[in-house]
């Protein structure tokens, strides 16, 4: 069920963008009010849908994992930023942490560096995955 939300988000995004972009002013209030989401929900689903384009969004992560990179310029980090959230099996709030601190270090002009493992780490090994400790540059 959490992947067709997820898949929803994206067809609601894309679908109020398209009928915004093909109908203006025609693409009245009730088709907006048909999917039952606040207008707020519905803006981001558009601004979302709008920044990663259907050939960068992922199957295997979440829609509100995406909702987190949308704003970052950078496609590139931001692929690699949802390519790390994957294989450290992140959750949204984990990722969420890892996405604040790569938009700070970007703010203060640092390279940016996407941690290896987030988990709590013992003389440069995770203990509870078992990883070495680092970190990636992006």
């Given amino acids: ?13 894309d679908w109020l963008r398209f009928g915004e972009d093909h109908f ?17 929900s519905q803006q ?17 992560i ?6 987190k990179i949308a704003g970052i310029k ?3 980090l931001a692929d690699k930023l949802l390519e790390s959230a994957v294989a450290n099996e992140w959750t949204v709030n984990e990722f969420y ?4 601190e790569a938009r700070k270090q970007l703010k ?3 390279p940016v560096a ?11 090994q995770c203990v509870e995955c078992g990883k070495p400790i680092g970190m990636l540059e992006s």
């Fill in 97 to 100: 942490g890892v996405v604040r």
């Fill in 44 to 60: 981001n689903a558009m601004w979302v849908a709008g920044a990663i384009p259907v050939e960068r969004r992922r199957t295997d």
């Fill in 24 to 40: 203006k002013e025609e693409f009245s209030q009730e088709i907006k009010e048909a999917t039952g989401l606040s207008i707020k």
């Fill in 74 to 76: 950078d496609t590139e």
């Fill in 1 to 13: 069920l959490r992947r067709m939300e997820g898949a929803l988000r994206w067809w609601v995004g």
């Fill in 108 to 110: 203060n002009s640092e």
């Fill in 114 to 124: 996407i941690p290896a493992c987030i988990c709590h780490c013992h003389h440069g």
């Fill in 62 to 67: 979440s829609w509100s994992h995406h909702e």
